[in-house]
């Protein structure tokens, strides 16, 4: 048995160093998968061929190549990742996580699958998620429910469920998720993980099954800072397919000025989630960053522009699927999914258009200048992902208002389109993993990279794991 | 709290192609309701002087060159369905023999 990699950086020296070779480390994976994943539950589709033959291409090519040579040509070499359901892999399925696309094989695959893989990058596997990324628990996946790896009677998150329980579970190195309403924040301060929500338009969403179109971003897990900064540099970049498209700066200071927004630490934040940032705040006082209150009044109205828009977008999107040229019928929509659409066809029809879907997008104007105004006094905000740690399986799954008002604290990014990196920091006194996120203007990932870096030397960060059982 | 009607939810359904279960149908209306609820709670914000934004990034009229470029061939077009005829999708009847 291998000792399993916690970074890029580890991969790679290893593999040079001949400590493993590239297949002994796809197997090491999918033993592991074998023998845990069949109670924890993160896999849609395991890859199994693709990632032996992926592997093999590249123990080939170690042999032949000088390491500065290859890792120049291939960064991401040998780095195993598995992708959410929502990513269209040629020839490999893709369900979204619903029963409408279950034997769907796309005919092409996603622009960020395609860069990850000529980086080098192997694919485990396809992973569990809420159903067309409909949920903040993973108990929405037509399929099943993905457990959290850090005990099984509690949600991973969602709707990236399998994708960041399978990095927590050591099932892959990191994963791709997708973030519309903090699908990728969340199950990564309930998983343990880090999990990156970039820019709007930042990373190509050419391949990627569309949620809402305004708010949809990609986004990923991995173990350490060093781990996203690598994988942004891979990913950041234009194929001409996204309209959106934006490079992120290279802004980096010694000092910050972190805003803390006071709507954010209200009565509704667990008390443990409030003590635990308050420690990292302290923490962020101590080495000279500057840690100023501010208060941000229209956040508070966040969810509910987020509630309108997003079903609005949704109701849209998912007309393209009349099982025409592919998947089922459109009776095969779970029962979230027909709530959301007829939500969105709803405050988009004659008569309610301008109470709520004109009133949302005017609002949406209101908090983006909030945000815009409140970076002119400081470089970051730093808030709760949640106001809670992870819930319990069904405990909100049959209120579906009290699920929505679980994304209070992510939505404020989506609707912005401002990055936040979810940074895991602490524990629960049940052992399950607490953290906070670090918000920024537009396109500023390297400067949330550094003061992520900045942290993780303060407190000599070690990735931590579960055993699983 | 004012209700949406059961009336309203099955034109809605029909309006969106989506298939209700009848037995479904008291539940649905009391989820849409607290959820619509808790969204008229934007009525309190004054948005006389302000405008929608439909987007976050500002970017205007992004184009790309009017250049030809390799596209799916048929055979994968067609690839995820059976229910096609001579390389066509087939679809249900809009017209009737005799319109």
Known sequence: MINLPNSIEETQQSIFEKKFSCVELVDSYLNRI???????????????????????????????????????????????????????????????????????????????????????????????????????????????????????????????????????????????????????RQPANFCGVFGLKPTYGSISRYGVIAMSSSLDCVGYFTNTTDDSSKIFNTVNISDGFDANFSFASKKIKSKYNIGIPKEFFDNNVDQQVKANIKKAISIFEKNGHNLIEVSLPHTKNAIDVYYIIQPAEVSSNLSRYDGVRYGNSRNFFGSEAVRRILLGTYVLSKGYYDEYYLKAMKVRSILTQEINNVFTNVDFLLAPVSPTPAFKLGEKSKNPLQMYLSDIFTITANIVGIPSLSIPYGNTDLGLPLGFQIMGPRNCENTIFDISKKFESYINFVPAFPNLS | MKKISKSDIIKLSKLAKVSIDKSKLSSIQDEISEILDHLSALKEIDTSKVKSTSQSTDLKNIFNDDEVQNSLFVEDVISATNNVYNNLFKIDAILNKDD
């Open chain 1, 34 to 184: 074998r023998v845990f994943d069949d109670r924890i539950k993160c896999f849609l589709t395991v890859s199994e061929e693709q990632a032996y033959d992926k592997a093999k291409w590249i123990d080939n090519l170690v042999s032949e190549n000088q390491k500065d040579d290859l890792l120049n040509k291939y960064p991401l070499l040998g780095a195993v990742f598995s992708f959410k359901d929502l990513f269209l892999t040629k020839n490999i399925r893709t369900t979204a996580g619903s029963k409408i696309l279950e034997s769907y094989i796309p005919q092409y695959s996603s622009s960020v699958y395609e860069n990850i893989m000529k980086a080098g990058g192997i694919l485990i596997g396809k992973t569990n998620c809420d159903a067309w990324a409909h949920g903040s628990s993973g108990e929405n996946s037509d399929y099943f429910p993905t457990k959290n790896p850090w005990n099984y009677d509690y949600v991973p998150g969602g709707s990236s469920s399998g994708s960041a329980a399978s990095v927590t579970s050591k099932f892959c190195l990191s994963s791709f998720g997708t973030e519309t309403g903090g699908s990728v």
